[in-house]
């Protein structure tokens, strides 16, 4: 009876919780917000998470499929400008999404503003519709980050804004913890650009870390260096994480030893383009994965590299 009793109290004082913090006078764009009341971290995984890092030439285009959402990180570039076949249209992508029947997308993530990441989403957005664009929000001036902007508010695509700390809910149990960029790299970077000051575009890179289950695998956009060494000191061994999407197309920019020790991953997946004209990916960050064991898959190689689970056990296969 008594035990019954604080099971109604705590029921109560947890309706009570989710009302008051319902009521908070917050900002709509603010993901923390929006998924405050979510259960993402703590819901039990059911059915099957996939992932596929699409080949999509020198670039990063990463299709999530949870079985509730449909989520994309990065869209390739329009053209393969960085694949020594300069003015050439890269429609990679749209043939990628159509083979897997995609009709519509419940979360764009822009990972930075370079063109190898978000050429195409504009073109993302007006195809298949987009319910929420999620972005770090900086005002980048680059053309493909304004025309995706222009065409979120023509079709009416909400604008998310992340930082650090907040949690996206991707369904299904699901979540996607933003690690970087912080809300400090935020503003200076902000402020820097508007001064009309040079910042590292790269290290403005959402990246975080997708759980499901047992499940992790760390997302990294193009985060270089100083990053890598922030997340180390901020989260050390929470980086552990089964599947490594490595940064920067596998550029020795990033993937430091440390780093790559401290995440500890059993597979690596490097998105980069056949004959790109960075030399991606270098032989640094191949060694440095050769010597902390690492599986390595290479989208220029591979082909497109899906990762399959349940939660519990998981598979990583190239197409070729
Ligand atoms: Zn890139």
Redesign the pocket.
């Known amino acids: 009876m008594i035990r019954g009793i604080y099971k109604y109290l705590a029921v109560m004082l947890l309706t009570m919780a989710v009302l008051i913090s319902g009521c908070g006078n917050g900002n709509s764009d603010n993901a923390s917000e929006a998924d405050s009341n979510n259960t993402a971290a703590t819901a039990e995984a059911k059915g099957q998470l996939t992932v596929k890092v699409l080949d999509v030439g020198q670039?990063?285009a990463i299709l999530i499929n949870t079985g509730e959402q449909v989520i994309l990180i990065d869209t390739g570039d329009d053209k393969y400008r960085e694949d020594n076949r300069k003015d050439e249209d890269n429609n990679q992508l749209f043939a990628a999404l159509d083979k897997e029947g995609i009709k519509h997308i419940d979360k764009l993530i822009m990972t930075h503003a370079?063109a190898?990441?978000i050429g195409k989403a504009a073109k993302v957005i007006k195809k298949y519709g987009v319910t929420e664009l999620v972005h770090n929000g900086i005002p980048s001036a680059s053309g493909a980050f304004r025309n995706a902007l222009k065409a979120a508010k023509a079709q009416g695509t909400k604008q998310v804004k992340v930082k650090a700390g907040d949690v996206l809910d991707f369904g299904n149990g699901v979540s996607f913890k933003v690690l970087s960029p912080t809300t400090q790299i935020i503003e200076n970077d902000t402020r820097d650009l508007q001064a009309d000051k040079k910042v590292n575009v790269?290290n403005e890179s959402i990246v975080g870390i997708l759980t499901f289950g047992d499940f992790s695998m760390l997302l990294t956009?193009?985060a270089e260096k100083e990053i890598e060494k922030d997340l180390l000191a901020a989260y050390g061994n929470s980086l552990k994480c089964k599947v490594y999407k490595a940064p920067?197309?596998g550029s020795h920019t990033s993937s430091t030893f440390n780093y790559v020790k401290t995440v500890q991953p059993e597979y690596a997946i490097i998105s980069c383009g056949t004959n790109n004209r960075y030399g991606h990916p270098h032989k640094e960050t191949m060694q440095t994965l050769k010597k902390l064991n690492v599986n390595v898959l290479e989208t220029d190689k591979s082909g497109t590299v899906t990762v399959i689970t349940d939660g519990k056990t998981y598979s990583v296969k190239g197409e070729k």
């Open positions: 670039g990063d370079h190898d990441h790269n956009g193009d920067h197309h």
